[in-house]
């Protein structure tokens, strides 16, 4: 598979509860981005990493979000403590250049 | 504030008829552009960019879009549309390349559904 893979498709979880969220970017490429799409906020922004730099945390909204990227590769968002207002698709994005590709998402219920 | 607007929440055509979604951006200079496609529960597919040059683009599915610096537009047209274009599509900027990686800014979508 040449493409984005994001892993589970679907998540449904009970408030207060941790959630993990997997990406597999594209072979080779070094940036990375996560973003979520939901129905109040649209799509924003939430963390983006390139090669073995810092990453731009800029668009998460609480400290109840945190992601990593191990190895320069596979990356996972975390949401501890979930809330309703969690409940989006969260889509991960890799980069070469300038041209981002995107997985098809995991959608994530918080009840 | 830096912002894209899709002023068309949802447009109805025919098949075969044309098509053009409406695409504006506020942001002091001219940002990197770009058009997104989602069908039903997928990702999103990029359908063209414009960086700089020619303002017409050309884009997979038939797409095209012109960039019109004074009226701040990044416009996406297609001359016949085909049921299977039936999507949201998103217009999205970066506002620049340097420093801040290419953080896409996304406008609200437009729904697209096609009459046969």
């Known amino acids: 598979g040449a493409g984005v893979s994001q892993s589970p498709s679907n998540k449904v979880t009970e408030k207060g509860k941790d959630v993990e969220l997997r990406c597999d970017p594209i072979?080779?490429?070094?940036?990375l981005y996560w973003y979520r799409q939901s129905l109040g906020q649209g799509l924003e922004f939430l963390i983006y990493f390139q090669g073995n730099s810092a990453p731009d945390k800029s668009g998460l909204p609480s400290d109840r979000f945190s992601a990593e990227r191990t190895g320069g590769s596979v990356s996972t968002l975390t949401i501890q403590r979930t809330q309703q207002e969690d409940s989006a698709v969260y889509l991960c994005a890799s980069s070469g250049y300038n041209e981002q590709f995107f997985g098809p998402g995991t959608r994530l219920t918080v009840l | 504030a830096q912002s894209v607007t899709q002023p068309d929440i949802h447009i109805t055509v025919s098949e075969g008829a044309s098509l053009e979604l409406r695409c504006n951006y506020s942001y002091g200079a001219t940002p990197y552009l770009f058009w997104y496609v989602q069908s039903p529960g997928q990702g999103l597919q990029l359908l063209l960019k414009y960086f700089s040059g020619d303002t017409l683009v050309q884009g997979i599915k038939g797409f095209e879009a012109e960039f019109k610096r004074s009226q701040s537009s990044f416009n996406l047209r297609k001359p016949s549309v085909h049921w299977s274009d039936a999507a949201e599509y998103f217009c999205?900027?970066?506002?620049?390349?340097?420093?801040?990686?290419?953080?896409?800014?996304f406008g609200t979508g437009t729904q697209l559904k096609v009459e046969l």
């Open positions: 999205a900027v970066v506002p620049d390349f340097t420093g801040g990686g290419n953080k896409l800014t």
């Open positions: 072979s080779g490429h070094t940036a």
